[in-house]
């Protein structure tokens, strides 16, 4: 049931980054209700100390792998499931690496890697290789 739910980590980048967005989004504007009424929200609630690329890596390796791991020890063919899993978190580790190297603040949209992908895209970057979990770095 569990593997269920985490199943936005199974999916190809694009997608899988799209839901993270969608959830912090939600997860900031509990932070900000939680602020207004006075309270201190944990920090990947709160949008002035989230750092999400980071947050999603360590939500990987400690949640979504482990899990993906067991299903595949259990259902052979579910293999493929954790191997998404551990490619979307290196491309979450590459995020990282651009948030650091561009200097962009924790909480910075995530926007600028669709811009990324589609000038990549455009100039022939990824050739045919369309198995690229449409979006990669």
């Not at 969608?22 to 939680?34: A, C, M, T, V, W």
């Not at 482990?66 to 590459?94: C, D, H, M």
């Amino acid at each position: 049931m569990t593997s269920c739910d985490l199943s936005d980590q199974t999916k190809d980048w694009k997608t899988t980054r799209k839901i993270a967005e969608l959830i912090y989004k939600e997860f900031f504007s509990q932070g900000d209700l939680e602020k207004a009424m006075g309270n201190r929200p944990s920090e990947m609630m709160d949008r002035e100390k989230a750092y999400i690329p980071e947050l999603q890596i360590s939500f990987m390796e400690h949640i979504a792998m482990p899990i993906y791991r067991l299903l595949s020890e259990l259902f052979p063919g579910a293999t493929e499931l954790y191997e998404r899993v551990a490619a979307n978190r290196e491309q979450w580790t590459k995020v990282s690496h651009k948030f650091t190297i561009r200097g962009l603040p924790s909480n910075n949209s995530l926007d600028f890697l669709d811009q990324e992908y589609e000038l990549l895209q455009s100039q022939g970057a990824f050739g045919s290789d369309d198995h690229c979990l449409n979006g990669c770095l």
